[in-house]
């Protein structure tokens, strides 16, 4: 589950709060997607709920982490309760999707009998289980992706965090991989998506929050992002 009460975040340097009284409660095994303009504060509740930058006010707690007082040291902990997913993929060019996959599991020590066994698993599950020899230049935009996605999941996370997960696809693989992440979440991983992209949103009838300013202006159960006509 992912709480934030009265979160305040202001930059250094900066006048104006980036997050300004931000209340958001995510519950366990939701789809929920995170949209609103550039400079809206998405990206900062990212960094947020990751641990990576620390509010100025109020309360955090993502999968029982309580962010205000947890430890440099615990941040891992947390970590391996979150699978991120990029908009720039972020694989590693010269290893193949198998070990790109199964380098995930090694760096939070998982021995090679667990990593034989739940890497095919997480492969197939998106669809690359024939891909498992191939290099990420070797393979499609929407094929990266999925690799991506197999790493995010393959050390069995609370939650998902997409941070503009189709922003770099064509629309019929943007579609693929918003069905792919919906197909995740009814296997019981809560997911966050981070968007702008009105026409997928407004497709798949899911919770809805918008950010404005900094600002929460509207939280809606099959929502709409933008107006139903356009």
């Known amino acids: 589950m992912v709480i934030l009460k009265d979160v305040k975040v202001t930059y250094p340097g900066n006048k104006k709060p980036t997050l300004l009284d931000l209340d958001l409660t995510i519950r366990d095994g939701e789809f929920v997607f995170l949209v609103g303009p550039s400079g809206s504060g998405k990206s ?3 960094k947020l709920l990751t641990g990576e930058i620390r509010a100025n006010g109020g309360k955090i707690k993502v999968n029982r ?3 205000r007082t947890i430890k440099r040291h615990n941040l891992p902990k947390l970590r391996r309760t979150l699978g ?3 908009q ?17 599991m090694r760096v939070v020590g998982a021995s090679d009998q667990d990593i034989r066994k739940r890497v095919p698993y997480v492969l197939k599950l998106v669809g690359l289980e024939n891909c498992g020899s191939r290099l990420p230049r070797e393979l499609s935009g929407g094929e990266q992706q999925r690799v991506a996605i197999a790493r995010a999941l393959v050390n069995s996370p609370e939650t998902i965090i997409a941070d503009e997960p189709t922003g770099n696809l ?16 009814e296997l019981g991983t809560t997911v966050l998506v981070v968007t ?7 497709a798949f009838g899911k919770r ?6 900094g600002v929460l202006i509207s939280d809606e159960e099959g929502g709409y992002f933008g107006k139903r006509d356009e």
């Open 44 to 46: 900062t509740i990212i």
């Open 65 to 67: 982490f309580d962010l």
């Open 208 to 213: 809805v929050v918008v950010l404005e300013n």
């Open 196 to 202: 702008h992209e009105k026409e997928l949103v407004n």
């Open 170 to 185: 064509d629309p019929a693989k943007s579609l693929e991989i918003m069905l792919l992440l919906r197909k995740i979440n």
């Open 88 to 104: 720039d993929f972020r694989l590693i060019d010269d290893m193949t999707v198998y070990e790109n996959v199964a380098f995930a």
């Open 84 to 86: 991120v997913i990029f």
